[in-house]
């Protein structure tokens, strides 16, 4: 299977847009024309995981943490370079998904909502595009005896598709009021002369990929010589995409209760424990991995708890001062468990390919008492 299958089918689950801005994704290392017939997915491509994936005889490594996150001026085999370079010298490919898979439905942070579960969840911040594009609003004047013409070629066009529903618009009347002037050859009215038209207004919205052929139909199916128009760019607030989610508990929880959840899914062994200690939680905001730049939205919204990976000292101190419960897991026990679910979705998808989940990835912190 070639890696643009590859890559199609893992878009359909996280759509690489849905990465925030600074993360670096997709394919990161390697041949673009190999044929893939094994992949190892793991957290990070660390050089256990490299061995790894050359025994398994892997062809590409998916991992969720990038293994190359800035500029690299140099690549050599001992150091932080070393996985690159014995992945290269093994022409083994690296495709990273990270905060395209935090942000998508049904990825890390909705496999951290699922915890409680949390009831009509919503992403807490850090919001990107649609993937699937911006809408606009257009607005166009149209004279009366004109406007199902003109309205029809823009439907035609691809303006007015909502959900399951086309032609939608919107039509009100009003007057419209224009002065041609030397040169111009008005389709109403003579050059000189100060026109009053009854006039349709008629909205409708348009994605972004068909903005230039609907405006390119109005063009051509509207009388007037220049037709005026209004393109406005339409954001959705109600179902923005981004970071974390947030939201009531179908059921109050006890910490406890919620704690043994965590344990069983997550397969956390040690959390670390901010604020008061006992509690019933109603409502809840989770992020996986380094949310702590979130925190004061999670603390502005007055949740009882918050389910992260890692936060920092003096936001740890901040959270405890607003009385917010913290679990910290530890950054990638709080996205290990979620990569599982994500192989075994493409197993589904990727029939003719061998997927395997390393057994070598692991969270470099190991909690011991003193």
């Keep these: 299977m070639k890696l643009e299958q590859i890559r199609e089918a893992i878009e359909q689950i996280a759509p690489l847009k849905l990465a925030q801005d600074w993360d670096n994704v997709g394919f990161l290392i390697g041949d673009r024309r190999r044929d893939i017939k094994r992949i190892l997915m793991t957290i990070d491509t660390t050089r256990a995981v490299a061995a790894e994936a050359k025994r398994f005889k892997a062809d590409l490594i998916l991992a969720y943490h990038p293994v190359i996150w800035d500029g690299l001026k140099r690549i050599t085999a001992d150091g932080a370079t070393a996985p690159i370079y014995e992945l290269i010298q093994a022409n083994i490919g690296v495709f990273s998904i990270h905060t395209a898979l935090d942000t998508a439905a049904g990825g890390v942070n909705d496999a951290l909502a699922s915890i409680f579960p949390l009831v009509d969840a919503t992403p807490i911040g850090d919001y990107v595009a649609d993937p699937a594009g911006q809408h606009y609003k257009l607005i166009t004047f149209i004279p009366k005896d004109a406007v199902n013409t003109v309205a ?14 086309s032609h939608c618009g919107f039509m ?146 901040a959270a405890q001062e607003a009385g917010l419960t913290c679990l910290c897991l530890s950054h990638s026990v709080s996205e290990r468990f979620a990569l599982k679910n994500l192989a075994k979705t ?8 061998t997927i395997r989940f390393s057994q070598k990835d692991a969270d470099p912190f190991t909690w011991k008492p003193l």
């Design 346 to 353: 493409l197993k589904k998808r990727l029939k003719n390919v």
């Design 172 to 317: 009100t009347e009003g007057v419209g009021t224009f002065l041609p002037l030397d040169g111009a050859r008005p389709a109403i009215g003579r050059r000189g002369r100060l026109e009053h038209v009854e006039e349709i207004r008629l909205e409708t919205v348009v994605a972004a990929e068909k903005v230039a052929a609907v405006i390119a139909a109005l063009r051509k199916a509207h009388p007037y010589e220049t037709p005026a128009f209004d393109v406005f760019g339409h954001y959705d607030l109600e179902n923005r995409l981004g970071l974390g989610r947030m939201g009531r508990l179908e059921q109050p929880m006890s910490l406890d209760s919620v704690i043994k959840n965590v344990r069983h899914i997550t397969g956390a062994k040690a959390v670390g424990l901010i604020g008061p200690a006992r509690r019933t939680v109603r409502t809840a905001a989770v992020c996986a991995g380094s949310c702590g730049k979130l925190l004061d939205t999670v603390i502005a919204a007055g949740c009882d708890l918050y389910l992260t990976g890692e936060l920092k000292h003096h936001q740890a101190l």
């Design 152 to 165: 029809e070629a823009l439907y035609a066009a691809g303006a007015g598709a909502i959900g399951q529903y």
